[in-house]
């Protein structure tokens, strides 16, 4: 029998009724990641995952659907009365086969295989209430993911620190950010 948060996110994505809060009421992480699975099994394929290792708690992970990854530019049709938040972020992809995890220099060959990429994040909701949900509810939605729009990748990245970042965002006329943003978290 198939999960009714299942079909409730599916029909928000759709336009029907986003969840309410009491929907995310006793979620545990098992609930979150087999909702997650089966999401994915009707909208997939998978692209990437939204990542985040808060300090003293567990993972944040959350996956993003191949269809909603852009390359820049891009234009990404939202209805206009949908209030919707950007993230500018970086984004690492995997280019290379994982290294052996015993491997003596297995970090060196990690970073080796990885580039690093601007990526310009639309956060839209199946939630009624996404600024006001919890955690598991918003892990439960894709983390809030609506789509990203990726940047020119960055082989020789390692000397970069990702911890800092000089970004500009411009919206019409109005200048809303331009020079160094720290990245909330720090290094993720």
Known sequence: MSDPLVTQLLAARQGGERLPGTAGDG??????????????????????FKVACP?????????????????????????????????LEYAFRLIAPVPDIGASDFEAQLRGAIELLPAFELVRSRLADPKGAGAALKM??????????????CRDWQQIDVTRANAGLILGDDIVLDGAARVPGGDA
């Open 55 to 87: 300090p003293g708690a567990a993972i944040i992970i959350a996956p993003i659907m191949a269809r909603d990854i852009y390359p820049s530019p891009a234009v990404i049709d939202v209805p206009a009365a949908e209030e919707v938040g950007v993230e």
């Open 140 to 153: 439960l939605d894709n983390q809030l993911n609506g789509a990203v729009v990726l940047g020119a990748p």
């Open 27 to 48: 979620l545990t992480r098992e609930r979150i990641f087999a909702v997650q699975e089966a999401v994915v099994a009707r909208l997939g394929p998978v692209g990437g």
